[in-house]
């Protein structure tokens, strides 16, 4: 059959836009919160380190003209954290190192500052308070600095948990990326379906809602129905017009030439009658069965199958053939089982026996009977059997092929389609045909299906 | 027989009317539907062969209505279409057979006498002539109170014989008339029916002649 060339997959396509677009968003998602937790961490610690510089700087008086300064327990209680943060602090005054650590630097502006201090990374604080007493105005400047363990074990903890919640963002997402498009493919799934159950025969249009995106597809596909059935329809009419044309005339000669032949006693007369009626029979043969082969051939590529008896069907046909057969004082005889079901095509099988019965009429001599037998088991098989001279050993094998006849056809009329035809109706049905002889002669097919 | 033939080419119906007229067969011709229901409806007959495509509409469409109303004269159909397309459903519609254009006469002939002997049932149409008792039809022939159903050629022969009573038939008339046009008939196969022949009207005052080098002639003794 024909083949379509396939770029990509729409479902993967679609699929893969979704998940990436939610991986994005995930990612997104945890930097922002990762962000705003990093923010309002280093405000929770920064308001604590300012509270503790304020409440030492509170501490800072003037008695005797001395600056004396008693830290509170509570400036560093205050900054104790679950994870033991170590505390620097450095107080000065007047730029002069009065306590605390030499390295801690102070800086100008009551700002924050990341800094590094033996080894850690602190977060510092400089704050300042000027003092004025009797003649004396000094300025108490305060450093302090916090290490940030127990910030970054919190920081930690929330990324940790952002992390959870952008992955499980994601396979939600994926998860519904995976829905909305097969929800979507579906609906072509459905079309695809309702186009593929259709038998061969069917080029009505689609009336079956769709979705608004579907709906020029299916209106350009109905459109192409519509005019494949107006032109399947043209050429049905052309062909049975045309044969109507043809056979008529043909008819007509053969009628009068036979007619003629009656009355004509001059042999040379009778003899140029008798090939003219030969001719006609010929030439309408050859054209029937090329018209058969054409429509097998159709049938063939798009098998409706029906359950019906074969046994049934050969006995309708050997009734109808029987007076043909009666005509060489032949008969025909139906044998083998009472009933077989099968399921195929009947206008094909009918046909493929037609044939063979046909074959075996022309070759069986008068007076004798020829034998269809019908059997169901193992495999549904009809075989026509003859007591003419059988086929020639030697070309049994190409005897099937195309407008092949065999040697001793010489004097008998067909266009040597009728066992092709069988051949290919056997083939449509996953069977084949056997060409054998019998022993005491006389030529068998046997149709296997 | 009376037939009535339903064909609208002339010279086709001509031909076939021809023929069977000489067989013996009385034959109406309708040129359309509209003739073939007035003859349906004056006249009795045996059977009806019709065409499907005539000028004032389909064959198929008369043949429904003649089953409709009831009448169950046997009608063969004269088709030009396809044999695949065609064949079952006009069966379905009643037809009792059907021959695809062009056909052999003899072919025809056979079609129509197999439909008549499945439809005619007790009604026997018989020749008495002779001291014999033929029916057609049925192939019966009946001689000296002892009844033998005839073969085909042999009933076909005697049919001939009996049409033109005293007429002298060379061999390769006969050999015409029973054998198709793509058999190889030997110079004795029609000694061979005719002596078959001669052995069946033995008891009868039925003779067959032999005329050297002329033919046959059925002599009718007295």
Redesign the interface.
Known sequence: MNSVVVSGSLRNRLVLTLIGGAAVLALILFVVVRNYAVLVAQQGQDRILIASATSMLDSATIRDGAVELDLPYSAFSMLSTAADDRVFYAILQDGTLLSGYEELTFSDAQAFQFDRIRGSDVRKISASRILIGANLRTEIQIVLAQTQDALSETLDQISRNAALLGVGFFALAVGLSFWATSATIGQLGKLTTSVTRRGPQDLSPFTKPVPREMAPLVKSLNSLMGRLDQSLRQS?DF??EA??R???????????A??T??RV?K?EN?EAM?SM??A??ES?RAA?QL??HA??TFRADHLERDEIDIVDLARDLVQ?M???A????LSLLLLGDPRVQYSCD??LI??AVRNLIDNAM?YGP??SAIEITVTGEPVPRITVCDHGPGFPIHEIETLTARFQRGANAA???GSGLGLTIARDVAIAHGGRIDLTNQPEGGACVTLSL | MKFLLVEDNHDLANAIASRMRLDGHVIDHAGNLEDAAAFVATGEYDLILLDIMLPDGDGRTFLEQHRASDLDTPVIILTARSQVSDRIGSLDLGADDYVTKPFDHAELEARCRAVLRRKSGNAKTTIQVGGILFDPVAGHLTVAGETVTLRNRELRLLELFLNAPGKIFSKNKLADRLFSYDEDVSENAIEVYIGRLRKHLSPSNLRITTLRGLGYRLDHDE
């Open positions: 049905e062909i049975a044969a109507h043809v056979r008529t005339p043909l008819a007509t000669v053969r009628s009068y036979e007619a032949l009656q006693d042999e009778r008798r009626v030969k006609i029979d309408s029937g018209l058969d429509m097998i109808r029987t007076p043909i009666e005509m060489r004082d009947p206008v009918q046909n022309k008068a007076e004097n008998t009329i």
